[in-house]
Structure formats: structure tokens, C-alpha cells
């Protein structure tokens, strides 16, 4: 098991993209994430894993974004760290650069991206050279 949703966030919590691979969360979930973020970095206790109530939030910031993904089982996080990672060198290979104004400006190739690596919550091509063609 993998990633139930993943959501692409800006700097202040609101939701650029975001894709339901599985139907178990409910995408209004992600609206818990900023005020824990915040809190945990007032009292500065970041982590890389965010727990509220049954949900599981793993996070990566890049640049001025938040890739999050949530999940409500028991899941291997350092696949899920790796798809998150992984995702962004893809972006990056299709867009130059992951900011907030690239995915605004390619949110139908960036939904299409994230319909090809990940099937029902489990990572699939990941490879960029195959995803171009």
C-alpha cells in the first residue's frame, strides 16, 4: 500500500492540484494539514510524518510548494518518500522548474503525469524518458 491522495499545495495550504487514487480519503482531509504544519513548526517539532486522528500525512516541501501524501493505512514510507522525490525530478524534466506558476500554467499535463505514475495508490512508470513518449 501506498498513497491514498496527492495533493500539491502552495505555501499557504491551498490546494493547487490533487489526485484521489483510492476513494478511502476524503479530500477535504488535507484542510487539517497547515494549521498542524504551523503549529509543529511553532513549537518546533517538524516531522516528516504528520498524524491526525486516522489520517497519515507525508510531506516534502519543494521551493515554495508542498507535495503531500495521505493515507489512512499502514503504508511503507520510504516508497512513498521516494515516489514524492521522484515526482518532482519528473516535473522538473517536463517543466524546467517546479514552482506554483509552472503547475498553474501546465495543470493538464501535471494531472495527466499523475494519472500515469501512480495506478490505485501504487507507483507505476516513474521514468521521465519513458513518460515523454
Not at 32 to 53: C, Q, T, W, Y
Not at 77 to 94: G, N
Amino acid at each position: 500500500m501506498a498513497a491514498s491522495a496527492i495533493f500539491i499545495l502552495d505555501l499557504k495550504g491551498k490546494v493547487l492540484i490533487c489526485r484521489n487514487y483510492m476513494g478511502n480519503v476524503d479530500i477535504s482531509e488535507i484542510d487539517n494539514f497547515m494549521p498542524i504544519m504551523m503549529k509543529r513548526e511553532e513549537d518546533a517539532d517538524l516531522s516528516p510524518v504528520v498524524i491526525h486522528g486516522s489520517t497519515h500525512y507525508l510531506w516534502i516541501k519543494h521551493s515554495n510548494l508542498y507535495l503531500v501524501a495521505i493515507t489512512k493505512r499502514n503504508t511503507n514510507a520510504a516508497l512513498v518518500y521516494s515516489f514524492l522525490y521522484k515526482l518532482v525530478e519528473v516535473f522538473i524534466e517536463y517543466f524546467k522548474s517546479l514552482e506554483e506558476e509552472s503547475i498553474r500554467d501546465n495543470f493538464v499535463t501535471v494531472y495527466e503525469l499523475m494519472e500515469e505514475v501512480m495506478d490505485f495508490g501504487f507507483p507505476q512508470t516513474t521514468d521521465s524518458k519513458i513518460l515523454l513518449e
